[in-house]
């Protein structure tokens, strides 16, 4: 990525100040800035090649936002607005009582979840919690290419969904038709914009920034083309859900232990 020093401390000083992850970003995100100017495999990529699959595990995401963080640094999503390539719900399931047996859930995701969370209802109250991060599906049917109507949001062969931001026209239509609230209004580009798997990354053998950024593992990216890659045994050997499966857009974000609250 292309950030002057200028640019570069000014983002930082925002997450240092604002993020209690903060500090602990700044740092990988330097050493990927010059993994990226020393890929392996610049100039040649060939798309054709790749199939690209994106795998979370709930039952390991602690909710630190690092991933989130470090993905408004790497793309230059604004800090100082409510828009995300990528961010983390909490969810929490209240204690119910014998008589009633129902269920009350509490989902938040306060910032993304770039600044963590906080415990706001006491733990004696709650019966279960967990976090679950959010990003753009991929999908293989995607609804937001199918609502364009001047082409530019479209699908790459390597399973990649991106906007052409020469020819999008910011109507927004596509941010309305998906369903997984995965896109947002670029106010600086007057276009749609969204997650890209950092394709500007996984073009050059890296990982998006979200998945070098977990410090669990809970984030894993590979080549479903591949069958040794860590993504397919992953989807061979695991229990895998999707989010909205019943809306048949076939999404490539892939899911290890989904709770049934999860919308």
Same mark, same amino acid.
């Given at each position: 990525m292309n950030l002057s020093r200028r640019? !570069?401390?000014?983002?930082?000083?925002?997450?240092?100040?604002?993020?209690?992850?903060?500090?602990a970003i700044v740092e %990988? !995100?330097?050493?990927n800035t010059v993994a990226a100017?020393?890929? %392996?495999?610049?100039?040649?990529?060939?798309?054709e090649e790749h199939f690209w699959g994106y795998v979370v595990d709930t039952r390991k995401c602690i909710g630190c936002g690092r991933c989130a963080n470090a993905c408004k640094l790497e793309n230059k999503v604004p800090f100082?607005?409510?828009?995300y390539r990528t961010w983390i719900e909490r969810y929490r399931v209240k204690k119910t009582s014998l008589e009633t047996r129902e269920e009350e859930v509490v989902i938040d995701s306060p910032d993304g979840g770039i600044e963590g969370f906080e415990d706001d209802i006491p733990a004696e109250e709650i019966k279960k919690a967990f976090f679950v991060p959010k990003i753009c599906n991929h999908c293989d049917n995607p609804p937001c290419v199918q609502v364009c109507p001047v082409g530019a949001t479209y699908t790459t062969k390597?399973?990649?969904?991106?906007?052409?931001?020469?020819? =999008?026209?910011?109507?927004?239509?596509?941010?309305?038709? =998906? %369903?997984?609230g995965a896109r947002y209004f670029n106010t600086e580009k007057g276009t749609a914009d969204k997650c890209t798997w950092c394709y500007h990354r996984i073009t050059k053998g890296l990982l998006p920034a979200c998945v070098q950024a977990c410090p669990t593992g809970a984030r894993k990216f590979g080549d479903m083309k591949d069958k040794n890659s860590e993504v397919n045994k992953i989807i061979d050997e695991e229990r895998i859900n999707l989010l909205k499966p019943d809306l048949g857009t076939k999404p490539k974000v892939f899911y290890i232990g989904l709770d049934r609250e999860v919308r």
């Open positions: 640019e !570069f401390t000014k983002i930082g000083c925002k997450i240092i100040i604002g993020a209690t992850a903060g500090a %990988p !995100f330097i050493i100017e020393n890929s %392996p495999v610049q100039g040649g990529y060939n798309w100082d607005e409510e828009v390597d399973g990649v969904v991106l906007v052409d931001y020469e020819y =999008c026209i910011g109507c927004r239509y596509c941010i309305q038709g =998906c %369903p997984y």
